[in-house]
């Protein structure tokens, strides 16, 4: 009788310690995840902030202000006195 019941406390005890170690697996399991999703949503906003920022500066340096202007300096651009008296199209079969 003495052992069956020391073999049941020993039995009860490593379920018991099995239980604890999953609880504090699970623990720190959470815990790493938290941190990484943490990080990962500062560098969403931060990727936001940069494609904001990005989308600002296309909207500058595609105005057409901007490029009428580097057409005319840079290239010798300049819109036509007149339109086009006769425009040729030829279509490819």
């Not at 959470?30 to 989308?55: G, P």
């Not at 600002?56 to 339109?83: H, N, Y």
Request: proline share 4%.
């Amino acid at each position: 009788m003495k052992r069956q019941t020391f073999v049941r406390f020993v039995l009860l005890f490593i379920i018991l310690v099995a239980g604890m170690l999953a609880y504090v697996w699970e623990q720190v399991t959470v815990t790493s995840l938290k941190k990484e999703i943490d990080a990962l949503y500062l560098q969403k906003q931060k990727l936001i902030e940069e494609k904001r920022h990005l989308q600002t500066q296309i909207a500058r340096l595609s105005g057409a202000s901007r490029v009428k202007k580097i057409a005319s300096e840079k290239l010798g651009m300049f819109p036509p006195d007149a339109p086009p008296e006769e425009l040729l199209v030829e279509l490819r079969e």
